[in-house]
Nanobody, 117 residues
Framework: QVQLVESGGGLVQAGGSLTLACTTS????????MSWFRQAPGREREFVAT????????NYADSVKGRFTISRDNTKSVVYLRMNSLKPEDTAVYFC??????????WGQGTQVTVSS
């Protein structure tokens, strides 16, 4: 059973920084692509960033490129999202996603990020 638990969300002023963490259980983390998505009120869930199983490849949404950094620690089964220069439009619930080698998706419960202007 794969479980994902996000942490690190909170309230921050515009221009500030936060680091989200997603801790996973199960044996699939090392083989899996990990991603972050977010969902603002009244909007569809959208892709934020992704990282390959060995951290060799990363990709970002245009809206966060240059401000957010995704990373992972395979020894701890944790994926991070470092968010700098936060903007009010970054306010959303942030979700961690694991896609295993069978293309099955697993999601965490989400962590709220609120950026005040």
């Amino acid at each position: 059973q794969v479980q994902l638990v996000e942490s690190g969300g909170g309230l921050v002023q515009a221009g500030g920084s936060l680091t989200l963490a997603c801790t996973t259980s199960g044996r699939t983390f090392r083989e899996s692509r990990m991603s972050w998505f977010r969902q603002a009120p009244g909007r569809e869930r959208e892709f934020v960033a992704t990282i390959s199983w060995n951290a060799a490849l990363t990709n970002y949404a245009d809206s966060v490129k240059g401000r957010f950094t995704i990373s992972r620690d395979n020894t701890k089964s944790v994926v991070y999202l470092r968010m700098n220069s936060l903007k009010p439009e970054d306010t959303a619930v942030y979700f961690c996603n694991l896609r295993d080698r069978y293309m099955s998706d697993y999601w965490g419960q989400g962590t709220q990020v609120t950026v005040s202007s």
